[in-house]
């Protein structure tokens, strides 16, 4: 096996158990018993723990590059993010973590269409087709009936959540020259503050084995996740990347079942593939200008000597929370 094998080997291994922890987040949101706000900040607040420590142990402060308008930037993009986690969480509890997680993986579509209208890129007769198929799988999956308002407002807060991600990414793409860990970093420090009025820590008396959930969506879904992502984004090629994304929406859906005894009826179910191979599609298409998203998203392959910067270059790869 060459050396080159065997680093996309480990990438996989790395972007596939980030993924697989990925879809267990909403297990981690709904066990910890909290207030969607108070969830978020402890989230952030144990997430910049995690990821400073990390970047201090690495000597990722050392030549930061941060200027103040990067830092700027990053911090807009922290404010989007956040905001997104506040959105998409509330999505589980209005619905069910299975029917949110796949609303939510159509903020490819939304990036897409906001890149037309901000950025004022050309829309593709083939990207108009693929986003006419994901609404239709998105109408399947929804599977709403007449009066199930619970459902709706669930699915509504999730493409909130998604169209928060995306503007996220059309902000974050501008911040160059820094290693993707220190903006999520920035943008989790962001949190703190932005939650902070929002945040009942009077409730958070008696929350006894919930703060074990917190701590975990902290240092692992914020921590260790992404230093995986990070590590494998480096290693692997765009297209293997937006594969192997799917497995969260997959493992997500097995968990609520697993854990709730939800799932996605026998109609929603035929929705899924629908969305999903659209977002390859319009992910993948040929000259699509995709962003590196926030946290989530740095360039698959960097250039020069630190195959963890962030860079311009765009990455196709589908999302994460």
């Given at each position: 096996?060459?050396?080159?094998n065997?680093?996309?080997?480990?990438?996989?291994?790395?972007?596939?158990?980030?993924?697989?922890?990925?879809?267990?987040?909403?297990?981690?949101?709904?066990?910890?018993?909290?207030?969607?706000?108070?969830?978020?900040?402890?989230?952030?607040?144990?997430?910049?723990?995690?990821?400073?420590?990390?970047?201090?142990?690495r000597?990722?402060?050392?030549?930061?590059?941060?200027?103040?308008?990067?830092?700027?930037?990053?911090?807009?993009?922290?404010?989007?993010?956040?905001f997104?986690?506040?959105?998409?969480?509330?999505?589980?509890?209005?619905?069910?973590?299975?029917?949110a997680t796949?609303?939510?993986?159509?903020q490819?579509?939304?990036?897409?269409?906001?890149?037309?209208?901000?950025?004022?890129?050309?829309?593709?007769?083939?990207?108009?087709?693929?986003?006419?198929?994901?609404?239709?799988?998105?109408?399947l999956?929804?599977?709403?009936?007449?009066?199930?308002?619970?459902?709706?407002a669930?699915?509504?807060?999730a493409?909130?959540?998604?169209?928060?991600?995306?503007?996220?990414?059309?902000?974050?793409?501008?911040?160059?020259?820094?290693?993707?860990?220190?903006?999520?970093?920035?943008?989790?420090?962001?949190?703190?503050?932005?939650?902070?009025?929002?945040?009942?820590?009077?409730?958070?008396?008696?929350?006894?084995?919930g703060?074990?959930?917190?701590?975990?969506?902290?240092?692992?879904?914020?921590?260790?996740?992404?230093?995986?992502?990070?590590?494998?984004y480096a290693?692997?090629?765009?297209?293997?990347?937006a594969?192997?994304?799917?497995?969260?929406?997959?493992?997500a859906?097995v968990?609520?079942?697993?854990?709730y005894?939800?799932?996605i009826?026998?109609?929603?179910?035929?929705g899924?593939?629908?969305?999903?191979?659209?977002?390859?599609?319009?992910?993948?298409?040929?000259?699509?200008?995709?962003?590196?998203?926030?946290a989530?998203?740095?360039?698959?392959?960097?250039?020069?000597?630190?195959?963890?910067?962030?860079?311009?270059?765009?990455?196709?790869?589908?999302?994460?929370?």
């Amino acid at each position: 096996m060459t050396s080159r094998n065997a680093s996309e080997n480990k990438g996989t291994a790395q972007l596939t158990a980030a993924m697989m922890l990925s879809g267990t987040l909403g297990v981690f949101v709904v066990e910890s018993g909290a207030d969607v706000f108070n969830v978020v900040f402890f989230r952030v607040l144990f997430g910049a723990l995690a990821l400073g420590a990390y970047a201090l142990a690495r000597g990722y402060f050392r030549d930061h590059g941060l200027t103040p308008k990067r830092l700027g930037l990053a911090a807009l993009g922290g404010l989007f993010i956040v905001f997104n986690w506040v959105f998409l969480f509330k999505a589980y509890e209005a619905t069910s973590i299975s029917l949110a997680t796949v609303v939510y993986h159509t903020q490819p579509f939304f990036l897409v269409l906001l890149s037309a209208v901000v950025l004022r890129e050309r829309l593709t007769r083939s990207q108009l087709g693929w986003l006419a198929a994901a609404f239709a799988g998105l109408v399947l999956v929804s599977g709403v009936r007449p009066g199930d308002t619970g459902s709706l407002a669930g699915i509504g807060l999730a493409l909130l959540a998604a169209v928060l991600y995306a503007l996220s990414t059309l902000v974050t793409k501008r911040v160059t020259g820094v290693r993707p860990h220190l903006i999520a970093l920035v943008q989790v420090l962001v949190g703190i503050p932005l939650l902070l009025p929002f945040t009942d820590f009077g409730a958070m008396r008696g929350t006894g084995t919930g703060w074990a959930w917190l701590v975990g969506l902290g240092v692992i879904h914020t921590g260790l996740m992404y230093v995986l992502m990070y590590a494998a984004y480096a290693k692997l090629p765009t297209p293997k990347i937006a594969v192997l994304a799917f497995t969260y929406p997959a493992v997500a859906m097995v968990a609520d079942w697993a854990v709730y005894g939800h799932h996605i009826g026998l109609v929603q179910a035929l929705g899924v593939p629908l969305i999903v191979l659209a977002s390859l599609k319009v992910t993948l298409a040929p000259g699509t200008r995709s962003a590196p998203a926030q946290a989530a998203r740095p360039a698959p392959r960097t250039a020069g000597h630190a195959p963890e910067a962030a860079s311009p270059t765009a990455t196709r790869a589908a999302s994460t929370t």
